[in-house]
Structures are given as structure tokens and as C-alpha cells.
């Protein structure tokens, strides 16, 4: 079993940055591929940003693009989520989750509990 668990998210004033977090455990951090979706209210979860298992080809949806950078260290077993430029459009509870294969689809086989980022205008 694989267990996600986020961090980092928080409250900020439109134009700013947060830092999201997700540590992993249960099982080989680096044979996972990992991806940040997020939820907005009455909206459906949609896809922010994916990771290969290496670390070298990163994805991003079109909204966040040039704004936000995902990024992973295999030997503390953590995803990390830069987020700049903040709107308030991004408000959303956001997720990390675990594939062995990378996708920019729901379709991730474990999902972390979700962490809140609300942006202020």
C-alpha cells in the first residue's frame, strides 16, 4: 500500500507563492511516476502537473504553465509543487498522486488526502 500525504498549503495574496509538499512511504519512491491534480468547488478534479520517475520530463497543464514547477527528490521520497504568480482562479484543494505510468489523466493508482490553497484577490 501507498500512502500520500501533502503539506504546504495555506492562505496568500494573489501574486504569490506557496510551496506544496507530498512525502510518500509504502512502497520505491522512484518507481512512481507523480502527478498534482486539484479540486475547485463545484468543479471537477482536474490535472496541474506530472513527473517521470527519473525526474527529467516534467508536464503541466496550459493554466499553469511558466507559473508553477513541479520537481522530485527520490532519496527523501517527496514531490514538491512551486507555485508563483498565484490567482485566485487557482484556489482549489490540491492533490499528489502515484502512477507507474505517467499520465496527465486521472487514472493515477493512489491518491494522497488533498491539501487546501486559498489565493486572496
Known amino acids: 500500500q501507498v500512502q500520500l500525504v501533502e503539506s504546504g498549503g495555506g492562505l496568500v495574496q494573489a501574486g504569490g507563492s506557496l510551496r506544496l509538499s507530498c512525502v510518500a512511504s509504502?512502497?520505491?519512491?522512484?518507481?512512481?511516476?507523480m502527478g498534482w491534480f486539484r479540486q475547485a468547488p463545484g468543479k471537477e478534479r482536474e490535472f496541474v502537473a506530472a513527473?517521470?520517475?527519473?525526474?527529467?520530463?516534467?508536464y503541466y497543464a496550459d493554466s499553469v504553465k511558466g507559473r508553477f514547477t513541479i520537481s522530485r527528490d527520490n532519496a527523501k521520497n517527496t514531490v514538491y509543487l512551486q507555485m508563483n504568480s498565484l490567482k485566485p482562479e487557482d484556489t482549489a484543494v490540491y492533490y499528489c498522486?502515484?502512477?507507474?505510468?505517467?499520465?496527465?489523466?486521472?487514472?493515477?493508482?493512489?491518491w494522497g488526502q488533498g491539501t487546501q490553497v486559498t489565493v486572496s484577490s
Open positions: 498522486a502515484a502512477s507507474r505510468v505517467v499520465t496527465t489523466t486521472l487514472g493515477y493508482d493512489y
Open positions: 513527473i517521470r520517475r527519473s525526474g527529467a520530463i516534467t
Open positions: 509504502g512502497h520505491t519512491f522512484s518507481s512512481y511516476a
